[in-house]
């Protein structure tokens, strides 16, 4: 699995990197979660520069995509020339929202009249643009998935996992980043939230 | 506060921006978090390339310094060049250290006798270094605490906060972070780690 983690000018970091260092997790397996950017170097919201390891255009060709967040997506999501850069087919790929990246995958009309989550800050925005926001932090719908709130970036990371290769693996890759004697803890919980999104759960089928 | 957040090459992304990302929530008060490395570049390992903000020296004259984990630490550890850039003052500072940051941390002479948290991955390094080795997920003693698995650095940057600013501070930025609709569950859990080892908690005096 390549996965493109979108990643803009004002970034937050939490939701770019606690996503993609999870997904890398399977590097063994050959999967690579590479941070795609429209420019060359990134800010963060912090202030910190990183340089993309893929332009913006491969979200187009990954096999999965994960839109990260940051202080400056309002602007992005008035930006029609580089919404028209981001080619994602959900019949094809996995694709994640976390956060305000929750806005960008409603302008590229993805998620339509389905619930959605994001963070509390973003959530006015999200409404404006006529998404159902829900109070949970990770709900997917088939192929699509949102989160809210920056560290509901593991659960985006175990869903796509769970999806892509085995609820054994998103198991072993969070019992892996989890906090020493919390493992069983965070690894049951994060099982927990995605479980009913997974094809042949019950709540799927609901 | 001023804090560096001391990264090396093939570092890893948890250690270094979940802790800083969540400490730079202070920004309002003055507080700024900076990715703090030996060159000006360093590339994680996942191969993400990140400017760095100050300078390895800045350690010395930091109100506080976090140090980060990485694929290549064993390597630093044995590195006395370097470990002699990092100068480092517990009585003025509050340091801490993230899984096989305990390692550089035992190194430098801060850790001694007291026991210590590390990953698992870390851990034999760390006991051959003469560290004794807990199975928790945050310790502290003093100004000086370490933290074992990539995503205990909340615990790190909520002790962190805590000290340096106040517990009420802690809260808020675990809220801000924490996953939508299981902020509570976050913030006790973070703060119930961190609150034994706060000036003026018995165990602390224990």
Redesign the interface.
Known sequence: MQIAVLTFDGF???DS??A??IL?RL?GKGW??H?TSPEP?VTS???????R?KPLEFAAEADAVLIGSGIRTRDFAADSALLARIRLDPARQLIGAQCSGTLLLAKLGLIGELPA????TTKPWVLEAGVRVI????VAHGNVAT??????A??LASWMIARGASLRDAEEAMH????????SA?VERALAVVRPFLPGSESLAA
Chains 1, 2 share one sequence.
Do not use: H, W
Request: glycine share 8%.
């Open positions: 937050n970091e939490l990197f606690v993609a260092a890398n590097k690579a979660a941070i170097e919201m912090n202030g910190v520069s990183v340089r390891q989550c994001t963070d509390l109070d949970a932090p990770f989160a809210g709130g920056c560290l509901a593991q659960y892996y980043v989890a906090p020493v004697g919390e493992k965070y």
